[in-house]
């Protein structure tokens, strides 16, 4: 089974930066897509910014420019750096992998429990 702790939400004012952390394991980043989707209350979940194991982004048009994705498949880390943070930004983030097709858990989705953050004007 895939375990996702993330852990860097938190309060930060409008303009501020926050470091999301997802950690995974090395086998698991280098065969899998990963990457974060949030959920504002009342608001449907949306993408945020993900990468394939080769390194491909995708990522949505409200945090192109202020967010960016990386990763450290030696520790099994997955980050988002987010910057010039605004309040409609607040939303519990989630990490997501999906195993690709290298990987005996292909074909399979899972998610991290969330973390809040939290963006006051």
């Known amino acids: 089974q895939v375990q996702l702790v993330e852990s860097g939400g938190g309060l930060v004012q409008a303009g501020g930066s926050l470091r999301l952390s997802c950690a995974a394991s090395?086998?698991?980043?280098?065969?899998?897509?990963m990457g974060w989707y949030r959920q504002a209350p009342g608001k449907q979940r949306e993408l945020v910014e993900t990468?394939?194991?080769?390194?491909?982004?995708n990522y949505g048009d409200s945090v192109k420019g202020r967010f960016t994705l990386s990763r450290d498949n030696a520790k099994g880390m997955l980050y988002l750096q987010m910057n010039n943070l605004e309040p409609e930004d607040t939303a519990i983030y989630y990490c997501?992998?999906?195993?690709?097709?290298?990987?005996?858990?292909?074909?399979?989705?899972?998610w991290g429990q969330g973390t809040q953050v939290t963006v006051s004007s």
């Open positions: 090395r086998s698991v980043i280098e065969t899998s897509t």
């Open positions: 990468i394939s194991s080769y390194g491909s982004i």
């Open positions: 997501n992998c999906q195993p690709n097709a290298l990987s005996p858990n292909y074909r399979r989705d899972y």
